[in-house]
């Protein structure tokens, strides 16, 4: 079974920064570095998106609007993966979702909420 837990939303102000964390605490680690994870993000009103992707062998991938503010990162001993976002803008709001590809099936978090106040 997989758990799919978020953390490091909040409210902050343009111009700001914060990291995101995703994690899967109940896998070992040799089979968490082979999956692909990635962050979408879903503004009230539009469809989710998605933001950035770490694969298994150690690639990155971010969506155009992101690009230069965003950072994915993973640390597969610990089982986490983080999105460093700077220079955040309103623009960036939303309920941000971590997904998990494991073998072929997908697997998603609750959500957290992102709010970048102009």
């Known amino acids: 079974q997989v758990h799919v837990q978020e953390s490091g939303g909040g409210l902050v102000q343009a111009g700001g920064s914060l990291r995101l964390s995703c994690a899967d605490p109940?896998?070992?680690?040799?089979?968490?570095?082979?999956?692909?994870v990635a962050w979408y993000r879903q503004a009230p009103g539009k469809a989710r998106e998605m933001v950035a992707v770490?694969?298994?062998?150690?690639?990155?991938m971010y969506a155009d609007s992101v690009q230069g503010r965003f950072t994915i990162t993973r640390d597969n001993a610990r089982k986490r993966v983080y999105l460093q976002m700077n220079d955040l803008k309103p623009e960036d709001t939303g309920l941000y979702y971590c997904?998990?590809?494991?073998?072929?099936?997908?697997?998603w978090g609750q959500g957290t909420q992102v709010t970048v106040s102009s």
């Open positions: 770490s694969t298994s062998a150690g690639g990155t």
């Open positions: 109940r896998v070992i680690s040799s089979v968490f570095w082979q999956d692909t």
């Open positions: 997904n998990i590809n494991r073998r072929g099936s997908d697997y």
